[in-house]
């Protein structure tokens, strides 16, 4: 029962910012946006997910003040040179990216994430410590 | 900004770079502005300046072996590698060397967890290994560790624990060096060693004795330039039962002194986690008065402060405590701190906080249900790496000094008043030090105070103002005994002067060792203030 709870409520947290762009945003994602995506969630979603306590989150939503997506998951207006630039060379605090971090093929698999439809991304990023709350919590109902 | 290696032309660069792609593959070196530009320290107060530091070149070997051969094909042509692990070091230097023209040894690609044992309660991990990794890898073990994390969940256990890093959560797991069990290290001419009983072929201890026979090298690879460290083994906490928090409220300044005394009591003793200690009058800091009267040449008085207390109907100090265990050694021993203190310190109040089983659920991690204010960062209390905590960087970024000082409420009073004072000199930073800072109880043993002044890419002269802080900073406390416990390579030298007892005897027993084993400076020269004679000269 716990595990529902769980989920639910990460679900309402998240719907308040997604819901401005996509509500109906669900399931994995196009076959092909999965390695892009995998990039995401490692390297970008522990500070650009859809949680408006995270610091890039925070960071986009008082610099475009909701005329744009807070969480880059969202957007639909970045261009692959865009986001590789940011990648590589960062901005304000945000540190840039070395290719042992992030390789030049997996930038190229991000960009083809954050440039998709977005009915093609699939379910919002979680991250980590949702993924593990979600587990412990799906493990103490076994 | 493209630099060389000391004593090397273009010519003998690119020969130099040439072996090593033979030796890790061509995709795995980088050289040249464009390719280099991640490789600089992207929180350097001298950013853009002549004393920023640059690397030539990076290159990233994929296993233990291929850092041997590349540290021999540095050794043959006398280039200084700086090794790196992952994450960003913000605040402490970044990825950037101590030399120009170093080439950064890049360990990120070795990433693997090599065990988590959940019986014997320890871990195996190469330098590419995240907290955040880590954490995947205990999850799917059946999550029945808790780590002890920074506050940067993408750090590196070894990188962070080599720079004596720490976390929040039991004492003895908070000291990240300290909660290492073993190492295995590539030595300046290359050869692979394992401390510990590591060293003894065919034993299943390594990650339990951290000795073995005979003297310890380990410390040396800690904020030293001896090796580089290929493996790590850590200690880790078996998953607590339970996770409580409670409240001690403390009325009159001077009771400071027998709160830190009774913490101390309660963290030696093991029964309480990371603590913080924090101030109900911070809410006054807007007044102009109040603010006028805790930052006062001098110091206030503790009748000056203890009268704004009363006035605002507020007690002078307070600490938040947590406990870990199982449920009803938990409650006893938060049974225990409340008569204890309250029983000792007349006014003393305490207020039940939040309690749940461990793990806990994105609601309990996200500490919103406390019947006060709190201080805590729950993720980082309770082991789970984030990101969370970088909403507090302002500007650019920022450096950091931590002096180390008496676990006293008299020395916090006198830090407070002694680098207050000195501070004065920069008003335009933010009062890191006055009447109301409080100390980190971070390391296992260690008090520790903060001063982090921020950055900017775009402003050289609050950069300066940065820079020259730092320097008085360190300067000033040391005059007091307080040092600095971990710094960017641009103070290591300022920081490494202060420890000179006996004439500078440590530094030049340090000096000795790397001459032997490294005296054309291979590894990291001028990492912790440790310079081989090829460059003394």
Same mark, same amino acid.
């Given at each position: 029962m716990r595990y529902f709870v769980t989920a639910l409520g990460l679900a309402a947290g998240l719907a308040g910012i997604a819901a401005a762009q996509d509500g109906s945003r669900s399931g994995p994602g196009a076959p092909e946006l999965q390695e892009g995506k995998a990039v995401y969630a490692h390297w970008c979603a522990p500070c650009h997910a859809a949680d408006p306590g995270l610091a890039g989150t925070l960071a986009l939503q008082n610099k475009y003040e909701g005329s744009?997506? %807070? %969480?880059?998951? !969202?957007?639909? !207006?970045?261009?692959p040179a865009v986001i590789s630039y940011f990648v590589r060379n960062g901005v304000a605090w945000m540190a840039p990216f070395r290719p042992t971090e992030i390789s030049d093929a997996e930038l190229e698999q991000l960009n083809a994430y954050l440039t998709a439809p977005l009915e093609q991304r699939g379910a919002h990023t979680q991250l980590l410590a949702q993924e593990m709350v979600r587990k412990s919590a799906a493990g103490g109902d076994q | 900004m493209s630099v060389l290696p000391p004593d090397m032309d273009a010519a003998g660069f690119a020969a130099f770079l040439e072996e090593l792609r033979g030796a890790v593959g061509a995709d795995w070196v980088w050289s040249g502005d464009a390719d280099m530009f991640p490789y600089r320290d992207s929180f350097s107060p001298v950013w853009n300046t002549d004393e920023e530091r640059h690397a030539s070149a990076a290159v990233a070997p994929e296993n233990v072996e291929q850092v041997s051969a590349v540290v021999r094909i540095a050794r043959k042509h006398r280039v200084p590698l700086y090794p790196i692990s992952t994450g960003k070091n913000f605040g402490y230097g970044g990825p950037s060397p101590n030399v120009n023209g170093s080439v950064v040894l890049d360990l990120k690609r070795m990433n693997r967890v090599l065990e988590v044992n959940n019986e014997r309660n320890y871990c195996l991990v190469e330098p590419g290994v995240s907290y955040f990794d880590l954490q995947r890898a205990v999850d799917e073990t059946g999550n029945k560790v808790m780590l002890d994390c920074p506050d940067p969940g993408w750090g590196s256990p070894i990188g962070n624990s080599l720079e004596r890093g720490v976390g929040y959560t039991m004492p003895h797991f908070r000291d990240h060096f300290g909660s290492h069990c073993g190492m295995e290290v590539v030595l300046p001419d290359g050869e692979i060693m394992r401390t510990g009983m590591g060293a003894l072929p065919g034993s299943d201890t390594w990650h339990e004795y951290p000795y073995g026979f005979g003297p310890d090298p380990a410390g040396l690879f800690a904020q030293g330039n001896f090796g580089v460290v290929t493996k790590m083994g850590f200690r880790l906490m078996p998953m607590p039962e339970y996770y409580r928090t409670g409240l001690i409220t403390v009325p009159r300044r001077r009771d400071f002194i027998k709160l830190v005394n009774h913490v101390n009591y309660l963290s030696d003793s093991g029964l309480i986690g990371e603590v913080e200690y924090g101030s109900a009058l911070r809410a006054l800091m807007g007044d102009r008065d109040f603010l006028a009267l805790i930052t006062k040449t001098g110091g206030p008085s503790d009748a000056e402060m203890d009268a704004a207390a009363s006035a605002a109907g507020l007690p002078s100090w307070q600490v938040e405590l947590q406990f870990f265990g199982p449920e009803k050694a938990t409650l006893e021993n938060w049974n225990y701190a409340k008569d204890r203190i309250l029983s000792d310190i007349p006014g003393a109040a305490a207020v039940d906080g939040d309690h749940f089983t461990m793990p806990a659920t994105e609601e309990q991690l996200n500490n919103t249900t406390q019947p006060w204010q709190t201080s805590i960062k729950r993720r980082r209390s309770l082991g789970v790496p984030s990101l969370g905590a970088w909403k507090i960087v302002r500007d650019d970024g920022h450096v950091g000094f931590f002096p180390v000082l008496p676990r006293t409420g008299e020395a916090v009073f006198e830090v407070q008043r002694v680098l207050g004072d000195a501070m004065k000199e920069f008003p335009s930073l933010p009062s890191y030090f006055n009447a109301l800072s409080t100390p980190l109880f971070w390391h296992t043993h260690t008090f520790q105070m903060v001063f982090a002044p921020s950055i900017k890419h775009d402003d050289p002269e609050h950069n300066a103002i940065t820079h020259a802080s730092m320097k008085k900073c360190v300067a000033v406390a040391a005059e007091h005994g307080w040092g600095d416990y971990r710094a960017a390579p641009i103070y290591q030298d300022d920081v490494s002067d202060t420890y000179s007892f006996n004439n500078h005897i440590l530094r030049r027993f340090h000096e000795q060792l790397k001459d032997s084993i490294d005296p054309d400076g291979i590894i990291a020269p001028g990492r912790g203030g440790i310079w081989p004679r090829r460059f003394r000269a």
């Amino acid at each position: 029962m716990r595990y529902f709870v769980t989920a639910l409520g990460l679900a309402a947290g998240l719907a308040g910012i997604a819901a401005a762009q996509d509500g109906s945003r669900s399931g994995p994602g196009a076959p092909e946006l999965q390695e892009g995506k995998a990039v995401y969630a490692h390297w970008c979603a522990p500070c650009h997910a859809a949680d408006p306590g995270l610091a890039g989150t925070l960071a986009l939503q008082n610099k475009y003040e909701g005329s744009l997506p %807070a %969480a880059l998951e !969202d957007r639909t !207006d970045l261009q692959p040179a865009v986001i590789s630039y940011f990648v590589r060379n960062g901005v304000a605090w945000m540190a840039p990216f070395r290719p042992t971090e992030i390789s030049d093929a997996e930038l190229e698999q991000l960009n083809a994430y954050l440039t998709a439809p977005l009915e093609q991304r699939g379910a919002h990023t979680q991250l980590l410590a949702q993924e593990m709350v979600r587990k412990s919590a799906a493990g103490g109902d076994q | 900004m493209s630099v060389l290696p000391p004593d090397m032309d273009a010519a003998g660069f690119a020969a130099f770079l040439e072996e090593l792609r033979g030796a890790v593959g061509a995709d795995w070196v980088w050289s040249g502005d464009a390719d280099m530009f991640p490789y600089r320290d992207s929180f350097s107060p001298v950013w853009n300046t002549d004393e920023e530091r640059h690397a030539s070149a990076a290159v990233a070997p994929e296993n233990v072996e291929q850092v041997s051969a590349v540290v021999r094909i540095a050794r043959k042509h006398r280039v200084p590698l700086y090794p790196i692990s992952t994450g960003k070091n913000f605040g402490y230097g970044g990825p950037s060397p101590n030399v120009n023209g170093s080439v950064v040894l890049d360990l990120k690609r070795m990433n693997r967890v090599l065990e988590v044992n959940n019986e014997r309660n320890y871990c195996l991990v190469e330098p590419g290994v995240s907290y955040f990794d880590l954490q995947r890898a205990v999850d799917e073990t059946g999550n029945k560790v808790m780590l002890d994390c920074p506050d940067p969940g993408w750090g590196s256990p070894i990188g962070n624990s080599l720079e004596r890093g720490v976390g929040y959560t039991m004492p003895h797991f908070r000291d990240h060096f300290g909660s290492h069990c073993g190492m295995e290290v590539v030595l300046p001419d290359g050869e692979i060693m394992r401390t510990g009983m590591g060293a003894l072929p065919g034993s299943d201890t390594w990650h339990e004795y951290p000795y073995g026979f005979g003297p310890d090298p380990a410390g040396l690879f800690a904020q030293g330039n001896f090796g580089v460290v290929t493996k790590m083994g850590f200690r880790l906490m078996p998953m607590p039962e339970y996770y409580r928090t409670g409240l001690i409220t403390v009325p009159r300044r001077r009771d400071f002194i027998k709160l830190v005394n009774h913490v101390n009591y309660l963290s030696d003793s093991g029964l309480i986690g990371e603590v913080e200690y924090g101030s109900a009058l911070r809410a006054l800091m807007g007044d102009r008065d109040f603010l006028a009267l805790i930052t006062k040449t001098g110091g206030p008085s503790d009748a000056e402060m203890d009268a704004a207390a009363s006035a605002a109907g507020l007690p002078s100090w307070q600490v938040e405590l947590q406990f870990f265990g199982p449920e009803k050694a938990t409650l006893e021993n938060w049974n225990y701190a409340k008569d204890r203190i309250l029983s000792d310190i007349p006014g003393a109040a305490a207020v039940d906080g939040d309690h749940f089983t461990m793990p806990a659920t994105e609601e309990q991690l996200n500490n919103t249900t406390q019947p006060w204010q709190t201080s805590i960062k729950r993720r980082r209390s309770l082991g789970v790496p984030s990101l969370g905590a970088w909403k507090i960087v302002r500007d650019d970024g920022h450096v950091g000094f931590f002096p180390v000082l008496p676990r006293t409420g008299e020395a916090v009073f006198e830090v407070q008043r002694v680098l207050g004072d000195a501070m004065k000199e920069f008003p335009s930073l933010p009062s890191y030090f006055n009447a109301l800072s409080t100390p980190l109880f971070w390391h296992t043993h260690t008090f520790q105070m903060v001063f982090a002044p921020s950055i900017k890419h775009d402003d050289p002269e609050h950069n300066a103002i940065t820079h020259a802080s730092m320097k008085k900073c360190v300067a000033v406390a040391a005059e007091h005994g307080w040092g600095d416990y971990r710094a960017a390579p641009i103070y290591q030298d300022d920081v490494s002067d202060t420890y000179s007892f006996n004439n500078h005897i440590l530094r030049r027993f340090h000096e000795q060792l790397k001459d032997s084993i490294d005296p054309d400076g291979i590894i990291a020269p001028g990492r912790g203030g440790i310079w081989p004679r090829r460059f003394r000269a």
